[in-house]
């Protein structure tokens, strides 16, 4: 039972970090109607920004400016190449942006090279230990962090002006322009709001037990995409679901290897993609996706 509590509770923290990533991916679309591919080199590179500047600024500035970095690449990727597709079908702009990954992710692992890279955080490896029970301060951390930042923004999304915008744009973007609601800004402020997002993940998804920042930390993100369409891909609610339960299951997934032995190695890395496959099969929209009706 101590086992198996651990390992939930491991799963709720590493959840509510893939909870932020899924929140990337569905704020884009709900402002965009386009998939973004591009989102794991947006969260290797504000990872990386936090690991090359702890020494000189310190943890909290640093992991700020890696904030509002990965914030201004998401923008600049909108606004320099993603607006000069606007119009085309959204497979095409889903097309471009695996072009756009591929290019920042090449040159991010070209400048990590082999190098693991620490963040500096303040928690280290140190543990909480509850009776039988014990858990990183890095995981705790990483859970406080997240449910703050996923209420701030379910808050900004319901009560400011960009956030009735966005919604405004989900429901119809050609009603919405007419209204007077600017698409481009809508869609530039989605793009650097995933960024952000995607720069706080990078961070808990380095820290220990995990030695640091290297290449494979935007692979990360790949497990993340599961949460975001089993809960639904214009869902804010089935992203925050999809990430608990696709963090839950590799936790208890990778914990119980041992016993699972028949079913073959890495189950805790294919987990979340069956998980994903049979909700999927029930609910083909997701958890809490929108389904469309087409009249014929």
Do not use: C
């Not at 600024?57 to 998401?74: D, E, R, Y």
């Not at 995409?225 to 208890?252: H, K, M, Q, W, Y």
């Not at 909700?279 to 009249?295: D, N, Q, S, V």
């Amino acid at each position: 039972m101590t086992t198996f509590t651990e390992l939930l509770l491991n799963g709720f923290s590493m959840g509510s970090v893939y909870a932020l990533i899924a929140l990337g991916f569905v704020v884009i679309f709900r402002a965009t109607e386009v998939v973004n591919f591009a989102h794991a080199s947006l969260l290797l590179a504000g990872g990386y920004l936090t690991a090359s500047l702890h020494d000189d600024l310190g943890f909290w500035p640093a992991l700020l400016v890696g904030i509002a970095g990965a914030a201004v690449v998401g923008a600049a990727v909108e606004f320099l190449v993603m607006r000069r597709y606007r119009g085309a079908d959204h497979s095409v702009l889903a097309i471009v942006t695996i072009g756009v990954d591929i290019l920042l992710t090449t040159e991010l692992t070209r400048r990590l090279g082999t190098d693991v890279l620490p963040l500096g955080d303040p928690w280290g490896d140190d543990v909480l230990t509850l009776g039988p029970i014990s858990l990183a301060h890095t995981r705790i951390a990483a859970f406080v962090a997240a449910a703050l930042l996923i209420t701030v923004f379910l808050l900004a999304f319901r009560y400011t002006s960009w956030g009735v915008a966005m919604r405004a744009a989900a429901e119809s973007a050609e009603t919405a322009a007419l209204m007077g609601v600017r698409l481009g800004r809508v869609s530039l402020g989605a793009w650097a709001v995933a960024g952000a997002l995607a720069a706080v993940a990078a961070l808990f998804l380095t820290v220990f037990p995990t030695p640091g920042l290297e290449r494979a930390t935007s692979l990360a993100a790949l497990k993340a995409f599961p949460a975001a369409i089993l809960g639904g891909l214009d869902s804010t609610t089935g992203a925050l679901v999809g990430g608990l339960v696709v963090g839950v299951t590799e936790s208890l997934a990778t914990g119980y290897q041992s016993e699972l032995t028949f079913l073959g190695r890495g189950l805790g890395d294919l987990a979340p993609y069956l998980v994903m496959t049979v909700i999927l099969l029930i609910r083909p929209a997701g958890l809490f996706g929108t389904k469309e009706l087409a009249r014929v």
